[in-house]
């Protein structure tokens, strides 16, 4: 891990871009399947294929579709199988689950905590889809998350960096605020000063690019690094 504990989270979409970030210098990888529609839950046989090749911290999507997070009792019963299918091979996991009022679905997430048997669970970014982040925050600490992945309720991290830092204060010592939303290599020492947030979550993937580059993905761990 870099110095002052900083932390390099890469969402990656297919096998091949995990051992892209892996070898580039990502301190963890987020493995999800279709960027199009902001990740959904990725085959199991990705996440076997990943986990065979090394050893780095592996969070796995747990989301059946794109669009909305708030899920029909089919679609939260596909989380809960996906999650115990994923339980052999995953280091923690990543889901947000929102009720009819666009609120923490509090009963669902701590079941989904419940089912990751001690994993660490991050809620991703349906935080930033409800009326009040603030209150999302307390909700998410107290069905049991470990981290949450916002850009400040803003359509990127830099628009939302001041609601972050406020996030960033009011987690201390219970949960992780993880950073982003537009989060690349040329913005995030700003980010890093502005937010003083420790973990910072990237795509890698340059404008008009498919995949990650193994130069941005160095270059976001030097930011990270300071």
């Known amino acids: 891990m870099p110095a002052d504990n900083a ?28 960027r199009n529609a902001g990740g959904i839950s990725p085959s199991l046989e990705w996440l076997q ?47 947000g689950v929102l009720d009819v009022y666009r609120r923490v679905d509090m009963k669902r997430t701590a079941e989904l905590v419940r089912l990751a048997r001690g994993k660490p669970c991050t809620f991703h970014r349906a935080c930033d889809e409800t009326p009040n982040l603030f209150e999302a925050l307390e909700d998410v600490v107290k069905a049991g998350c470990k981290a949450i992945l916002t850009s400040g309720g803003a359509p990127t991290a830099q628009a939302g960096s001041e609601a972050i830092r406020q996030l960033v204060q009011l987690a201390r010592g219970r949960v992780e605020i993880i950073v982003g939303g537009g989060v690349r290599s040329h913005n995030l020492g700003l980010l890093r000063k502005d937010t003083q947030a420790r973990v910072f979550h990237s795509a890698a993937i340059e404008a008009g690019m498919e995949m990650p580059t193994e130069q941005e993905v160095a270059l976001l761990k030097r930011a990270v690094q300071g």
């Not at 970030?21 to 279709?34: F, P, Q, S, T, V």
């Not at 708030?70 to 994923?86: G, H, K, P, V």
């Open 7 to 34: 932390l390099l989270e890469i969402a990656c979409f297919s096998p091949d871009h995990a051992l892209l970030a892996h070898k580039a210098g990502a301190d963890r990888l987020e493995l999800c399947k279709d």
């Open 49 to 95: 294929k990943v986990k065979a090749e090394f050893t780095i911290p592996v969070f796995v999507m747990v989301r059946p579709r794109g669009g909305d997070f708030n899920y029909t009792a089919d679609e939260f019963e596909q989380m809960r199988m996906s999650l115990e299918a994923f339980d052999p091979y995953a280091d923690g996991y990543v889901f």
